[in-house]
T-cell receptor, first 116, second 113 residues
Framework: GAGVSQTPSNKVTEKGKYVELRCDPISGHTALYWYRQSLGQGPEFLIYFQGTGAADDSGLPNDRFFAVRPEGSVSTLKIQRTERGDSAVYLCASSLLGQVNTGELFFGEGSRLTVL | DAKTTQPNSMESNEEEPVHLPCNHS???????IHWYRQLPSQGPEYVIH???SNVNNRMASLAIAEDRKSSTLILHRATLRDAAVYYC??????????????FGTGTRLQVTL
C-alpha cells in the first residue's frame, strides 16, 4: 500500500514478556519515527532514524526499549520484560529527509499494546 | 523545544468557520509552526505549516501573527469529519536533517449539526 503500515494492529501480552512491533514506512522515505500515545495524551516521541542510524533516541524511556532499522527501510520496536505501564498505542511515522517545503510526517494507524 | 499553548477544547457548528488559536511566545527564528490533527482511532495527519507568512491549502489556512508569538488555524467550513484533536507544534528546521515533532495535548474540536 501507499501509506505507513504497522503490524500487529493489536497485541495483548502478559507482564514480563518480550514484544516486537513492526513498521513499514512509505517507500523512499529516509526518516522514520516512533511515538507512543496513552489515552487522552498527545503522542510522545521515542526515537527517530535517518537511514539506518538512530539520529535521536532521547525519548526511549529506559533500556527495556530498543529499535532497529537495519536496511534503512522497515523498523522494529522491541520491548523487553513488558510492564503494565507500557500499555499504549505505538505510532510509527515516516518522512522525506530534511524536507522543509512539505515538512510532512506520515503516520500509520498504530499498534495497540496491552500488557496484562 | 519551544512550548505551545492551546485551549483544551472548542465547539463549532457544522458549515461555520472555526478559528483554533495557539500561543508560542518562546518561538525561535528557525522554528516552523506545524499543525497536525488526529481523528478518532487514527494516527495524526498533517494539516499545514508556515514560518512567517499566512498559508493556505486545501484543508485549512494558517494565520501567523507579525511577531510570530501566536498563530491561528482556520477551518473555513467545519464538517462533522473535522471533529478531531488539533495539535500546534513548533518544529526546528535543520538543513539536511529531519527533526522530531513534540506534541502537546492539543485542542479537541467538537462539531455539531
Amino acid at each position: 500500500g501507499a501509506g505507513v503500515s504497522q503490524t500487529p494492529s493489536n497485541k495483548v501480552t502478559e507482564k514480563g514478556k518480550y514484544v516486537e512491533l513492526r513498521c513499514d514506512p512509505i517507500s523512499g522515505h529516509t526518516a522514520l519515527y516512533w511515538y507512543r500515545q496513552s489515552l487522552g495524551q498527545g503522542p510522545e516521541f521515542l526515537i527517530y532514524f535517518q537511514g539506518t542510524g538512530a539520529a535521536d533516541d532521547s525519548g526511549l524511556p529506559n533500556d527495556r526499549f530498543f529499535a532497529v532499522r537495519p536496511e534503512g527501510s522497515v523498523s522494529t520496536l522491541k520491548i523487553q520484560r513488558t510492564e503494565r505501564g507500557d500499555s499504549a498505542v505505538y505510532l510509527c511515522a515516516s518522512s522525506l529527509l530534511g524536507q522543509v517545503n512539505t515538512g510532512e510526517l506520515f503516520f500509520g494507524e498504530g499498534s495497540r499494546l496491552t500488557v496484562l | 523545544d519551544a512550548k505551545t499553548t492551546q485551549p483544551n477544547s472548542m465547539e463549532s457548528n457544522e458549515e461555520e468557520p472555526v478559528h483554533l488559536p495557539c500561543n508560542h511566545s518562546t518561538i525561535s527564528g528557525t522554528d516552523y509552526i506545524h499543525w497536525y490533527r488526529q481523528l478518532p482511532s487514527q494516527g495524526p495527519e498533517y494539516v499545514i505549516h508556515g514560518l512567517t507568512s499566512n498559508v493556505n491549502n486545501r484543508m485549512a489556512s494558517l494565520a501567523i501573527a507579525e511577531d510570530r508569538k501566536s498563530s491561528t488555524l482556520i477551518l473555513h467550513r467545519a464538517t462533522l469529519r473535522d471533529a478531531a484533536v488539533y495539535y500546534c507544534i513548533l518544529r526546528a528546521y535543520r538543513p539536511g536533517t529531519a527533526s522530531k515533532l513534540t506534541f502537546g495535548t492539543g485542542t479537541r474540536l467538537q462539531v455539531t449539526l
